[in-house]
C-alpha cells in the first residue's frame, strides 16, 4: 500500500519530536495503567458474576420455600369447584 509508508514516516517524524525521557515515562505510565487496571477488572466481572448467580439461587429457594407445592405433581381438579348453594341443577337455565 502506497499510504501505508507515509503514514509510517509521519509517524517517526512525531515520534522523533518526543524526547527520550518523555518517552520512558510514557511507557512506564502505560505499563504500570496496563498491570492496574487489568486484574481489577476482572476481579469486579467475577465478583458480579458470582453475586448473579447467588441470587438466582436464592431466588429460587424462596420460591420453593414459600410455594413447596410446585414440587409435587399436579393433583385430579374436581369438575365441579363451585361452592354448593350456587351450583345449577343440570338441565336448566338460569335466568
Known sequence: MPYGDDLDARFHELVAQISEDERRSMRAAAGKA???????????????????????????????????ELLTPDQATPQDSAPPAFRVPAGTQPT
Request: glycine share 8%; aromatic share 8%; no cysteine.
Open 34 to 68: 496496563a498491570r492496574s487496571s487489568g486484574s481489577g477488572r476482572r476481579i469486579s466481572r467475577a465478583w458480579f458474576a458470582a453475586a448473579a448467580v447467588l441470587a438466582v439461587i436464592t431466588a429460587a429457594g424462596l420460591v420453593l420455600v414459600f410455594r413447596p
